[in-house]
């Protein structure tokens, strides 16, 4: 136990090297020269697409930071860190979800430890908490968000219904729907007016935003526009009745989440008391609780009863959910 503290000193400075390392190392030559051919390729071509997705690339790379290539790194799928930032509204950074993860994985650590818990119990705090709930939060926000638009998207349908009528063109529609609607649905429709301005075609900017949000509602949206552009037809009377099928689909899942809360309810309760009760028993008899880290049948006997719980949950969420 003596070289404890020594160890945990000396894998600090490791660690605290190696992101050092990671920030401040320059590109490969590899890298640097596909960079170069690459923009070549873009400096000379007559292509509109080719040419708005340059200047995407280059204002999301003046974005990036230090610290955010030094942690997409030490990742093993950063664009997809990054797009899940992105859906969430904000300006979070792949930089500050790491540096937040890290910061929360140390201090946990370091505080179960020094309470006295088993050095391995405070690692597996750290990391629990230092990665679960970074991602536990990003997934609440963007849940929040994209409910937030799937509640006022019918409207702005509604609104390019309206515009479409008055005589609109489709592009102009979009912009007005970006300017008068709040929320993220005027952030989204603002967003994908802005593409067009730099030359983006709109059936490109649409189906980005809806690679992006991920929503069934506005994957529709973009698939009766694409339909109507090649088949033809009343754009204004089509989007009218997908306004309508979106809100009778918002109430079936509402109705949906009523009936189903009770078996939610008894889900929650049902997979948090094992671990309520242990902490409760940790903190009378912290001696007694310590044994399942020490006693090799009883962390075997935990690690078992951790698996068919993560599997009854599984089953209980299935049986539970419901695709409209």
């Known amino acids: ?22 920030a401040f190392a320059g590109p490969s030559g590899g890298r640097a020269q596909s960079r170069r051919l690459q923009a070549v390729r873009e400096r000379h071509s007559e292509n509109r697409a080719v040419a708005a997705d340059a200047q ?41 979800y790491g ?30 908490i230092g990665i679960g709930f970074p991602h536990l939060a990003v997934g609440i926000t963007i849940s929040r968000r994209v409910n ?11 609104l390019l219904v309206r515009g479409l009528r008055s005589g609109l063109p489709i592009t102009e529609t979009i912009g007005v729907v970006g300017q008068e609607v709040s929320g993220p649905v005027g952030e989204e429709f603002r967003a994908i007016a802005d593409k067009m301005k730099i030359g983006r075609s709109m059936d490109a900017a649409l189906q980005e935003t809806a690679d992006r949000l ?13 339909i109507q552009r090649e088949t033809g037809g009343n754009l204004a009377e089509t989007l009218a009745n997908l306004a309508d099928v ?38 009378l008899n912290q001696k007694y609780m310590v044994q399942f ?19 009854g949950a599984g089953i209980m969420a299935k049986m539970i959910r419901f695709e409209i």
């Open 293 to 311: 880290f020490v006693d090799e049948r009883l962390i075997v006997a935990g690690l078992f009863g951790l698996i068919w719980m993560t599997i």
């Open 214 to 226: 991920g929503t069934p509602e506005f994957q529709f949206f973009v698939i009766t526009i694409a």
């Open 148 to 158: 937030a638009f799937n509640t006022r998207f019918p409207d702005a349908i509604d």
């Open 99 to 128: 540096l937040v993860s890290a910061g929360a994985l140390v201090v946990i650590a370091t505080l179960a430890w020094a309470k006295g818990a088993p050095f391995f119990l405070a690692m597996f705090l750290g990391l629990f």
């Open 246 to 283: 979106l809100r009778k689909r918002a109430q079936m899942k509402l109705k949906i989440k009523a009936m189903s809360s009770e078996a939610k309810a008894s889900a929650y309760i049902i997979g948090a008391l094992p671990f309520i009760v242990f902490a409760l028993i940790y903190n």
């Open 1 to 22: 136990m003596e070289l404890m503290p020594v160890m945990l000193v000396a894998l600090g400075a490791v660690t605290l090297l190696g992101m050092l390392l990671f």
């Open 56 to 96: 995407l690339r280059k204002i999301t790379a003046a974005r990036d930071t230090k610290m955010d290539l030094a942690v997409g790194r030490l990742l093993p799928n950063p664009a997809q860190l990054a797009k899940r930032l992105a859906m969430t509204g904000k300006s979070w950074t792949v930089g500050q």
